[in-house]
């Protein structure tokens, strides 16, 4: 580390011009080339993607996405020949625009698609592509054609994955309240706009960079739409956060040195840099340990994460000691009438005396009360929230109230059966299988098969009575797959799949949950290992996996009593929903990383004057009192930036935003504040007993200088 900081500061002004020149230069890039989203749900082995494989290689004009344009007659009937001179003409028009394989008009014969009331009727837009493939441009094309069959007498909304796939939602004004959150944040902190500038330049650049070299990286790796964002949001957090660990330290550096600039900023890197390297390592192990998983809807957002945490904590080693070389002094002076360090010191000094005093009961208390909040994840119901739960603004939520105020909720997520019939045309087979269908509780209709050119495929649209997001769809799925379909292809000979988009959903969610006890143990796993051999402490990685899983649970808990159960959800404007499946595996590595930087910083703090006094008490008084202030701090820089995304409309957004925000301000202020200080006080001397043939055969990887250990105290001593 001391090597990377002396020729950071030795070439300076190269490595402030090499670092406009690439953040400015990849983002100019990045923009001229443009962003490629995909959202790929491909599952192996599961019969929703067998579904799709049969009907792509045998019934490809069925294996697209299948949207909706849905219209409303404000006045009169859409069976008026006036309104049906309006819509006819634009659905051949539709027709004919590229990607889309067929549209289905609401008067075409047995299509079913007007109301019974005359007023609601929809046409059914058939993509020659999976939604997650079709470009944004021929998605556009669509709804810009379809928007100019609007007038004062007709109602036109689209839904449907395409359509909501190519509503791209903004986040520039989350994260400009994000940004503004945390700059009073700091200005509070250093009570000076240079210091406080600092920390927020160098995560731009960071960031800057990040974002343009994810932007190129998605021509090469398919990126979910939201992996921007999310890296956008982690890395504005972490960047903050790890420039504060680095200024706070160069400051309180300076001063005791008498204002040498350069030892300074050589002690803070040689301390504080090395906890950040060491915190951002473990943010992208947890946030690459997704790839274990095994689901690729996963691999680009993990991915486009990382980018953004490995290019902010570059700029932090980087570009900021670089920086510090430049306005050292005037950072480093004390403000007019500020405080010493002892006197801002003190209420830390006071608090950890208060939980060093009663530490069983502060282990308790502060354990029950995480153990409160994770009870709702309990819970947790996976799933996929439907477009009811868009912002009302949008055309997909307008689109899925008129589907459910005319026809049930029930239509705005079909199921898509997609059968291979035991010979070429028969029909007595599939005449058969969608009787029994008609017949099965659940299904409100079921429409007309179609089949392929061969006559050995069809694609049959099956319409639920209750919407895609419901627990009782979920059920129908699985009775259907498990209890009515079996016994129908045994007798007809039929081999037959559950797809579309809501068995998809059904699927990733089943998926995902199998495969969370595993990623979990990985995760923690590979933290443990990595705090083993860097605090030579058996209590330390134990502590750790069992705390950060402890905060998890509780922003689990907190996320569900909010979003499923409705708790409070009015304040940020969301409707009562499943929790969408990725998102406890997202949260869990982001948050697992995330807290691993507290974690790190405390600790080595902490171990620094265990090595330096050899009092286990002293430590835990000193290392709090030291570092309580700017975690406190840079918690709140975190928690501001993230619970700024819940004031966004995209939900996906704001679950992260809640979640990450519940999960950091947890870890600051109850346990690295409470539960974990009165944990190291229990334990006392125990918490850095390690066996002496382990630490001969683990490798050693420091992240505070070396220094000699005191001699041992005795304990009443």
């Known amino acids: 580390m001391l090597k990377l900081t002396r020729w950071a500061i030795a070439h300076r002004r190269i490595v402030v011009v090499s670092w406009i020149v690439l953040a400015v230069g990849v983002l100019a890039v990045s923009q001229a080339v443009g962003k ?21 290689g045998r019934f490809p004009t069925q294996a697209g996405d299948a949207d909706q344009i849905v219209f409303r007659a404000r006045t009169g009937k859409l069976t008026d020949a006036s309104t049906r001179a309006a819509i006819a003409p634009v659905l051949v028009r539709i027709a004919r625009l590229p990607h889309v394989a067929g549209v289905v008009s609401p008067y075409a014969a047995g299509a079913k698609a007007v109301s019974k009331s005359g007023t609601i009727g929809f046409a059914t837009v058939e993509f020659d592509q999976r939604a997650n493939e079709l470009p944004k441009a021929a998605i556009d094309r669509v709804i810009n054609t379809a928007e100019t069959m609007r007038s004062p007498t007709l109602q036109v909304e689209l839904g449907g994955q395409a359509i909501k796939q190519a509503q791209q939602t903004s986040i520039g004004f989350a994260t400009g309240v994000g940004l503004i959150a945390a700059i009073v944040v700091l200005l509070l902190s250093f009570g000076s706009l240079l210091a406080m500038g600092l920390p927020i330049v160098t995560a ?7 974002l343009g070299v994810i ?43 008498g204002g040498d600039v350069q030892a300074a900023l050589e002690l803070a890197m040689n301390t504080a840099g090395r906890a950040i390297l060491f915190a951002g390592a473990t943010v992208v192990i947890a946030l690459l340990g ?31 000691p670089a920086l510090l070389m430049f306005t050292g002094k005037r950072i480093g002076r004390a403000r007019r009438g500020s405080r ?13 005396g208060l939980i060093q005093r009663r530490p069983a009961w502060a282990a308790l208390g502060s354990t029950v009360l995480l153990l409160a909040l994770a009870s709702p994840a309990l819970g947790l119901r996976l799933g996929t929230s439907d477009s009811g739960n868009d912002p009302t603004k949008q055309t997909t939520r307008h689109a899925y109230d008129l589907l459910a105020a005319g026809f049930g909720s029930g239509f705005n997520g079909p199921l898509q059966l997609a059968v291979r019939l035991a010979s070429a045309g028969d029909t007595v087979g599939l005449t058969r299988l969608t009787t029994a269908l008609r017949h099965t509780p659940g299904i409100a209709s079921v429409a007309t098969p179609r089949l392929n050119s061969a006559r050995d495929t ?50 990733f969610a089943h998926v995902l949950s199998g495969k969370l006890p595993l990623f979990i143990g990985m995760v923690v796993l590979l933290s443990a290992l990595l705090l083993l051999i860097v605090f030579r ?51 869990f590595a982001i948050v697992f990383g995330l807290s691993m930087d507290y974690e790190g910083f405390l600790v080595s703090r902490i171990h620094e004057e265990w090595q330096h006094r050899g009092d286990a008490s002293t430590a835990v008084r000193e ?95």
């Open 36 to 56: 490629r989203n995909a959202n790929n749900f491909s599952l192996p082995n599961t019969d929703s993607q067998r579904a799709a494989d049969l009907l792509q």
């Open 204 to 210: 731009l650049f960071g960031l800057g960079a990040g």
């Open 215 to 257: 932007g190129l990286g998605s021509h090469l790796v398919d990126m979910v739409d939201f992996s921007s964002e999310l890296a956008l949001m982690i890395g504005l957090g972490v960047g903050i956060d790890y420039a504060l660990f680095i200024v706070t330290r160069y400051r309180d550096a300076y001063r005791q040195n």
């Open 290 to 320: 997704m790839f274990a998983l095994g689901v690729s809807f996963l691999y680009g957002a993990a991915i486009a994460a990382s980018l953004g945490v490995l290019l902010v904590l570059a700029a932090s080693l980087t570009l900021l």
């Open 340 to 352: 010493p360090r002892e006197a801002r010191a003190g209420f830390w000094l006071r608090w950890v």
């Open 458 to 507: 069809a694609a049959i649209a099956v319409y639920p009575t209750t919407s895609p997001q419901s627990a009782q769809t979920t059920s129908l799925v699985k009775h259907l797959r498990k209890d009515v379909l079996p016994p129908l292809a045994k007798a007809t000979g039929a081999t037959v799949y559950v797809g579309g988009a809501t068995a998809t959903q059904v699927d």
């Open 537 to 587: 402490s058996l209590l330390i990685p134990l502590q750790a996996a069992l705390m950060n899983l402890l905060s998890i649970a509780a922003a689990l808990g907190v996320v569900q009593a909010i979003f499923e159960r409705g708790w409070l959800a009015s304040l940020i404007g969301v409707q009562p929903g499943p929790i969408d499946a990725f998102i406890p595996v997202m949260v």
């Open 623 to 717: 290392g709090l009192a030291n570092t309580g202030r700017v975690i406190t701090a840079a918690a709140a820089v975190m928690v501001a930036v993230f619970a700024s995304f819940a004031a966004g409309d995209d939900r996906i957004l704001k679950l992260f935003g809640i979640a990450m925000a519940t999960a950091v301000f947890l870890d600051a202020i109850v346990i690295r504040s409470i539960l974990m200080p009165a944990v190291l006080e229990l334990f006392g001397r125990w918490t850095w007993a390690f066996p002496s043939w382990a630490d001969r055969r683990l490798p050693r990887l420091a992240i505070e200088p070396v220094v000699q250990p005191a001699p041992a105290m005795d304990e009443a001593a």
